[in-house]
């Protein structure tokens, strides 16, 4: 027989998925003073920002005109610093039990005890584009990983072209291959890569031919091809599912008592997958959770321009 997962300790409310709807639930949820957990199955937070367009500008978020993908995903994650969220990156959630008044949410690591869950979704989890032959790397390298080896990586993507750099800054020997002319990132990296191509760190191959191969053998090779959505782990759920939506009250409850949904993942905004919208959802969602967990806290959360928060400069 299996060992069962180990349990981690419970917190008030656990949120599935770190793009913009997650990242600000778990931002209002701390802000509120209950304990709060993340987990977002991609190496990094950010949700389809990071893994699908970090280096593209976003013009219809309130008060940040004109930033990239990535800055908003980097301000999302500063509002948290006051707050101690425990993140778990890389774990696929796949299973919720209830558990007495609360939850217990499965991931492919671990079972996580929660009061209440919010669902942040979005399309599913974005998942790497399976890679042509085996033995290839599909997501993000590990710090340090591949120190003093030769590796090869391959995509035109902005992960390839940040992998690239990542490694080449880590000692690695790194060539950088992508069929077509051009390579995407935001200018930083771009100048970046130019900069190490310059001085000689780090080959750069546009407009490969299909059977084009670094001349000397690799330590080991990425194909790095963009994500696509997984809804899979979830919709086995009876969350009354609509289509690839999850129909929530006014409140953003769910047919679940104590489980909530918010963002692209929620039926309410179904034909505006806008960040603003998932920020909103994101809010109505945390304040109410907050309220079902620890109902003295109500479910008004007042101003936060009358709270002292410190954050770094
Ligand atoms: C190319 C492109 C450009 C866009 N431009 C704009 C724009 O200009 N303005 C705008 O407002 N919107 C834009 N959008 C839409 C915007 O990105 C989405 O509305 C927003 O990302 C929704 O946020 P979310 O948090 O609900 O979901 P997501 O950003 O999809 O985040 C969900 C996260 O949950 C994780 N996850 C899912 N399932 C699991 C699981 N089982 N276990 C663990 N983790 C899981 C996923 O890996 C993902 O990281 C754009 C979208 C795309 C694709």
Request: net charge neutral.
């Amino acid at each position: 027989m299996m060992e069962p997962l180990p349990l981690a300790p419970a917190t008030d409310v656990l949120i599935v998925g770190g793009g913009p709807a997650g990242l600000y639930a778990a931002f209002y949820a701390a802000l509120r003073g209950v304990s709060v957990r993340l987990i977002e199955a991609r190496p990094e937070l950010g949700g389809q920002l990071s893994a699908l367009y970090p280096d593209r500008r976003v013009y219809d978020v309130p008060a940040a005109p004109n930033a990239y993908a990535d800055q908003l995903v980097a301000q999302l994650v500063r509002q948290l610093t006051p707050f101690a969220v425990d993140v778990r990156l890389g774990e696929l959630v796949t299973a919720l039990e209830p558990d007495g008044a609360g939850w217990v949410v499965g991931t492919d690591h671990q079972r996580y005890p929660a009061g209440a869950v919010i669902l942040a979704a979005g399309l599913g989890a974005l998942r790497p584009r399976p890679a042509p032959e085996p033995g290839m790397h599909t997501d993000w390298p590990q710090p340090g990983e591949h120190r003093g080896q030769r590796v090869w990586v391959q995509g035109g993507v902005p992960q390839a072209t940040q992998a690239a750099l990542q490694l080449h800054q880590q000692g690695a020997q790194v060539t950088l291959s992508h069929r077509r002319a051009l390579f995407r990132g935001t200018p930083r990296q771009l100048e970046a890569l130019e900069q190490a191509r310059r001085a000689g760190g780090l080959q750069v191959v546009a407009a490969a031919a299909p059977d084009w191969q670094p001349p000397e053998p690799q330590d080991a090779r990425y194909f790095l091809n963009s994500y696509l959505p997984d809804l899979t782990p979830l919709q086995e759920w009876p969350l009354g599912w609509q289509g690839e939506y999850v129909p929530a009250g006014p409140d953003g409850q769910t047919r679940l008592p104590g489980v909530y949904v918010a963002g692209d993942l929620s039926s309410a905004g179904a034909d505006f997958k806008l960040i603003s919208v998932a920020f909103a959802q994101a809010a109505l969602c945390a304040n109410h959770a907050v309220y079902h967990v620890r109902p003295e806290l109500k479910v008004r959360p007042g101003h936060s321009s009358d709270r002292r928060l410190s954050y770094p400069d």
